[in-house]
């Protein structure tokens, strides 16, 4: 018996076509320029401890699928961080301190780039104040004070933990380094996507000549998405079929893809995937998502562990691989996109695809890892 044909049915929730879709590349840069995106690359890549993280090509799972390829980009191994967060946050510390050593920076944060900032700080001496919810785990708190960060607890979700770091930021003059885009805020988010669409860059030189047919991108409030996009507007000659996976209780690109504008999605639980809760898209992301995602699908928490499990087991590839909680959905769209004939016709996917995945990050909770992949 194959992996895929024990009687577990993948799920996805909603699979929609934008209506608006037009890839176009000069557009695409006008929110995030050539010129940022490659002082990004020329800056991290003389990063101390700085290579580019695996790809690994989920051999096993591709022969299942009857796919060519599916390649999964390992963030697990990123830095000390084991996300891809690493290369936003601490970059856009770098371009904001412009080598000053007495700024301080803050942020809020749900975890990862909250951890990303406070090494970005460590890196190069800077004072940091890190503002997180009730809701996020001790563990993640602990981790970024371990990085030297001064880690302040606000009553309430991660939007007080924001006004807050609004609030205490502007009475002392600290430097705000956030990933999410608001009225005149768009040069930091920029940053930070520049930051990350490094992995793009070494994605391509990873591929050896194939191209890409079809990319499956996460979405929070859309940074990394929109960042790869503008990695693939840069770097790539053929465009794929760009789809942007989302949980189905905090689908907001989803939602305001099919809508035609931004739209705010009152989160009513919290998903599994924690990093991708988001309610509302980002602006910076969201004028480049508009029109250059083709497909946006939703998923539910129930597959969540399982993934992470049959990653770590090594079920879908030689390689295992330690995938946290926000790393699945990339694979479980695609399973389930195969699963369901008309989305396998209209996504065309076949002996020919060659599909990139995103492992957005590794055990970045250990706790929370040996929970889920032990429950299965
Ligand atoms: C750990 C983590 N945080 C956040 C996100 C979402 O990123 P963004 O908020 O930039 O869309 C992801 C991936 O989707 C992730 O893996």
């Known amino acids: 018996m194959t992996i895929l044909s024990n009687g577990h049915l993948w799920k996805y929730s909603e699979f929609i076509v934008n209506k608006n879709y037009s890839f176009k590349k000069e557009q695409i840069f006008k929110s995030l320029s050539k010129k940022e995106i490659d002082d990004a690359y020329s800056k991290i890549k003389k990063w101390k401890g700085y290579s580019p993280t695996p790809l690994v090509n989920l051999n096993k799972l591709s022969k299942e699928l009857n796919l060519k390829n599916i390649f999964y980009k390992d963030e697990s191994k990123r830095f000390d961080l084991k996300s891809f967060k690493a290369l936003g946050g601490a970059y856009a510390v770098e371009k904001i301190s412009k080598g000053n050593k007495d700024i301080i920076v803050s942020t809020a944060t749900a975890g990862n780039h909250g951890r990303s900032v406070a090494w970005g700080a460590k890196r190069l001496g800077l004072k940091c104040k890190i503002f997180i919810s009730e809701f996020v785990s001790d563990a993640r708190g602990q981790a970024m004070v371990n990085l030297g960060a001064e880690v302040i607890k606000v009553k309430g979700n991660y939007e007080n933990s924001l006004i807050e770091c609004i609030k205490q930021s502007t009475k002392n003059g600290w430097q705000i380094v956030q990933d999410v885009a608001w009225d005149n805020y768009l040069s930091v ?22 191209e890409i047919t079809h990319i499956i991108l ?11 996009i503008a990695g693939i507007a840069r770097y790539l000659r053929c465009i794929p079929i760009t789809i942007v996976v989302e949980p189905d209780s905090a689908a907001c690109v989803l939602e305001s893809i099919r809508s035609g504008k931004i739209e705010k999605i009152d989160i009513k639980r919290e998903s599994l995937m924690g990093g991708m809760s988001c309610g509302e898209v980002s602006l910076v992301p969201w004028e480049i998502l508009k029109n250059s995602v083709k497909y946006c699908i939703s998923l539910p928490d129930d597959d969540i562990a399982t993934t992470m499990k049959f990653l770590g087991n090594g079920s879908f590839s030689n390689k295992k691989i330690i995938a946290g909680e926000n790393s699945a959905p990339g694979v479980i769209s695609l399973i389930a996109s195969c699963e369901d004939q008309k989305i396998k016709k209209e ?6 695809s060659n599909v990139l995945v995103i492992g957005c990050e590794g055990d970045t909770d250990k706790e929370m890892y040996k929970k889920l992949v032990n429950q299965i």
Do not use: F, W
């Open 218 to 228: 996460q979405a929070g409030v859309g940074g990394m998405a929109g960042a790869l």
């Open 347 to 352: 996504l065309n996917l076949n002996s020919n």
């Open 189 to 210: 988010p920029k940053y930070t996507m520049a930051g990350y669409s490094v992995m793009m860059k070494e994605i391509v030189d990873q591929l050896n000549n194939n």
